[in-house]
Structures are given as structure tokens and as C-alpha cells.
Nanobody, 124 residues
Framework: VQLQASGGGWVQPGGSLSLSCTVSGGTFSSYSMGWFRQFPGNQRRAFVATISSSGDTTLYEDSVKGRSTISRDNAKNTVYLHIDRVKPGDTAVYYC?????????????????WGQGTQVTVSS
């Protein structure tokens, strides 16, 4: 199973960012999907958002709740993350991940497959 994330780059504070992650080699519709991020100088991958395999259930980390949307298109084997009103504190490497558990999770240990990460820099 391979995950390919894209959409990172430089964003001005107050702007929006949109990331996508396409999965190949597996059964995308059976996986719950998650987004995590690794802040500069920090080894840990922090939870951002997760979506169940059906797309019916989503969960967000508090700092992005209300300004973020995770969604998926099972026909395209792709999961998306959109964040509005970005802040410098959103600067990180963003990772998508797939779990064979269908319900979704905020725990990085619940994920079986990971993408390569895409850098997002929020700066004026």
C-alpha cells in the first residue's frame, strides 16, 4: 500500500491550505484515514484529523476544529484536508495515514500505512 501526499507549500497567515493524499495498492474504501503533522524540531507526529472508511465520522484536533475539513472520495482513492485561517503555528510536515480499522483514530499507533509527508510553511 502506497500513500502519496501533495498540496503543501507556502501559505500566508489567514489563508487556506488544501492537501490531498492518494492511496494505491490497497482497498481504500475499507481504510479509515488520518492526517498528522510534525512540527519543526519535534520528532512526534501530532494528530490533526481522521475520517472513517465510510466518511460518516470525522474527528479533529482542538487547534484545527472549526476551521478544518477532512473528506474523502472513495471513487478516487483520495483523502483531503482543508484548513482555513492558517497560522504560523500550522507550519509542519503533514502526513497522511491509513488504518485497517474502519472507525478512525487519533492515535498514530493505530495506523498501518504512511505517506512521505508534505511540508507546509505559514509565513508572511
Amino acid at each position: 500500500v502506497q500513500l502519496q501526499a501533495s498540496g503543501g507549500g507556502w501559505v500566508q497567515p489567514g489563508g487556506s491550505l488544501s492537501l490531498s493524499c492518494t492511496v494505491s495498492g490497497g482497498t481504500f474504501s475499507s481504510y479509515s484515514m488520518g492526517w498528522f503533522r510534525q512540527f519543526p524540531g519535534n520528532q512526534r507526529r501530532a494528530f490533526v484529523a481522521t475520517i472513517s472508511s465510510s466518511g460518516d465520522t470525522t474527528l479533529y484536533e482542538d487547534s484545527v476544529k472549526g476551521r478544518s475539513t477532512i473528506s474523502r472520495d472513495n471513487a478516487k482513492n483520495t483523502v483531503y484536508l482543508h484548513i482555513d485561517r492558517v497560522k504560523p503555528g500550522d507550519t509542519a510536515v503533514y502526513y497522511c495515514a491509513a488504518s485497517r480499522e474502519s472507525g478512525g483514530s487519533y492515535l498514530y499507533t493505530e495506523y498501518d500505512y504512511w505517506g512521505q509527508g508534505t511540508q507546509v510553511t505559514v509565513s508572511s
